[in-house]
């Protein structure tokens, strides 16, 4: 795993590898009543699973757990769906305001960060 992209799942045991006494104490509501995170990836349909406050809120528990696993910097990519680009926004922001530093990368396949 290089220290700019990791796949969810990857840091740990919880919902996209964040160990729920890790999560950002702003962050743990949100995620906890999320329906579209799973241990292996993320589902649902925007705007009824999840929307760009969820997105949000991922970000701030990625950037914590990455950052308690000494990273600092992240990389985030998207698909050509419609709601990919307020999603990639939010989840950026919440990824910044957890202290990491992220490339964007922009719209690319699905494994192109795996």
Do not use: C, N, Q, W
Not at 61 to 80: I, K, P
């Amino acid at each position: 795993m290089s220290e700019t992209a990791f796949e969810a799942g990857a840091l740990g045991e919880g919902p996209l590898g964040v160990e729920p006494a890790r999560v950002r104490d702003d962050a743990a509501p949100k995620l906890a009543r999320l329906r579209a995170v799973r241990a292996y990836d993320i589902r649902g349909v925007v705007g009824r699973d999840l929307d760009a406050e969820d997105a949000r809120a991922l970000g701030l528990s990625v950037a914590t757990e990455a950052r308690a696993r000494g990273l600092s910097r992240l990389a985030v990519g998207r698909d050509g769906r419609l709601t990919s680009p307020e999603l990639e926004r939010a989840l950026v922001e919440g990824l910044v305001a957890g202290g990491a530093s992220v490339a964007r990368i922009g719209l690319g396949p699905t494994p192109r960060l795996a």
